[in-house]
């Protein structure tokens, strides 16, 4: 379907010349922006999909150590056999990418992640090898590790999180890095050769049309591959819940204010960065607010005609 910004959808098409599908993996890595027993960590962190404390290889001894990394490693292979029949059966697709999704998926030592990306990608012949992390936990040897993924057949993607470029709502969030963290990582990245989706974040409240604008200009500056836009949502077992119901202190936007900003953003986004998200997905069980907004086909029809209506495209305004 066309639309009016740069789909990635459109960018696989184009590239692979057929729908490619994520084998997504869970490596047990855990994040270390939460304190060992589960609390703490960003605000809207719901800790859902963080693996258990005492799955973390580093701090277990030396030979437990080795059989929990087997075993982690057998995990994944299961995780990625069933991935993969799904995609084949509702898709009929051979062409994947590698996703370790959940949470900081270079949190751990070295040697822990060559192994458990080596065994993975041993699996599959994988076009794209996807890795979401944090700004402040890519040393040079980790990216140069990530780096040596790369071939003529396979890409290596970093899924980055940054949210906003104002250090301030940064420790509102209580992000636990800095933009310049952030900035220093994207560059290292790029300079390996790794293509990097940026994750940012619509604030409502906390922060300004403006300084939203501010996010998607460092977006652009940055060179982000793609940008994943993420809308705050109010969910269970969260600090940003527990200050909602004891301040009142956050109201989220209507649907129309929602269309308008995300549309404006669009605007001011670079046409070449591709769109991988423009809406934080979220089941109805964990989702407190906003619980009134259309279904994600909806709000996207709702932007695109926005935009139809503006005569806008992706970048227009930038
Ligand atoms: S970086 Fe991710 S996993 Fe870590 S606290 Fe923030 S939202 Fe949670």
């Given amino acids: 379907m066309t639309r009016h910004w740069n789909t990635y959808s459109g960018y696989l098409k184009e590239k692979y010349g057929a729908p ?35 799955l973390r290889v580093e701090e277990k001894g030396k030979a437990s150590s080795s059989a929990l990394l087997l075993g982690r490693c057998e995990d994944i292979k299961t995780q990625i056999d069933s991935g993969l029949r799904y995609i084949r059966r509702r898709y009929k697709s051979r062409l994947a990418m590698l996703y370790f999704q959940s949470w900081s998926n270079t949190y751990a030592p070295l040697p822990v992640l060559r192994k458990l990306y080596d065994e993975a990608l041993a699996q599959y012949p994988f076009v794209s090898l996807i890795v979401s992390t944090r700004p402040d936990l890519l040393c040079d040897d980790v990216v140069a590790l990530l780096a040596s993924y790369r071939t003529e057949e396979r890409d290596v993607w970093v899924e980055l999180g940054l949210q906003s470029a104002s250090d301030s709502t940064l420790e509102v969030l209580n992000r636990g890095h800095d933009v310049k963290c952030f900035t220093d990582a994207h560059a290292r990245l790029k300079d390996a050769g790794i293509k990097v989706c ?3 974040m619509m604030l409502p409240f906390i922060e300004s049309r403006e300084d939203m604008l501010d996010t998607i200009k460092l977006v652009n500056d940055s060179g982000s591959d793609a940008v994943k836009i993420h809308n705050l949502c109010l969910t269970r077992g969260t600090r940003l819940l527990d200050d909602y119901t004891r301040y009142g202190c956050y109201a989220g936007w209507s649907i129309r204010r929602h269309v308008e900003t995300t549309a404006l953003l669009l605007a001011y986004l670079d046409w070449n960065i591709i769109v991988e998200r423009l809406l934080t997905e979220m089941t109805r069980a964990r989702l407190v607010y906003p619980r009134h907004y259309p279904d994600k086909r ?21």
């Fill in 298 to 318: 909806d709000i996207l029809e709702m932007i695109d005609s926005y935009m139809e209506a503006r005569s806008w495209t992706q970048g227009c305004l930038s």
């Fill in 198 to 200: 940026t994750h940012v």
């Fill in 20 to 54: 490619v599908y994520r084998v997504s993996v869970d490596a047990g890595l855990s994040c270390p922006n939460r304190r060992s027993d589960g609390s703490g960590g960003c605000i809207y962190c719901d800790g859902t999909g963080a693996s258990a404390v005492h």
